[in-house]
């Protein structure tokens, strides 16, 4: 996990914590993607929004892709990007 501003606030997934996630694949070394385990393999952008939409309900769908969805974007977070103050 990532903390942007390390202390300050709002300390919430997604608005300033971000996951990512490092781990070998074919025992040939690490693979560097944001999200999680379950949002990496999404490769649609609709999928991943509703899921980042759905991450401050507990829903597990939505742990580590609004991460996941800026990653899609070439790290760049959109207009509707679900968390943007």
Aim: aromatic share 16%; net charge negative; proline share 2%.
């Amino acid at each position: 996990m990532f903390d942007y501003n390390c202390a300050d606030n709002p300390n919430k997934e997604n608005e300033d914590i971000f996951k990512f996630v490092t781990r070998f694949v074919n025992n040939k070394g690490t693979l560097f993607s944001a999200g999680n385990w379950r949002t990496y393999e999404i490769q649609d952008r609709d999928t991943l929004l509703e899921y980042c939409k759905t991450s401050d309900t507990g829903d597990e769908r939505g742990s580590g892709s609004c991460t996941r969805l800026i990653e899609y974007d070439g790290w760049e977070i959109r207009d509707d990007y679900p968390w943007i103050r």
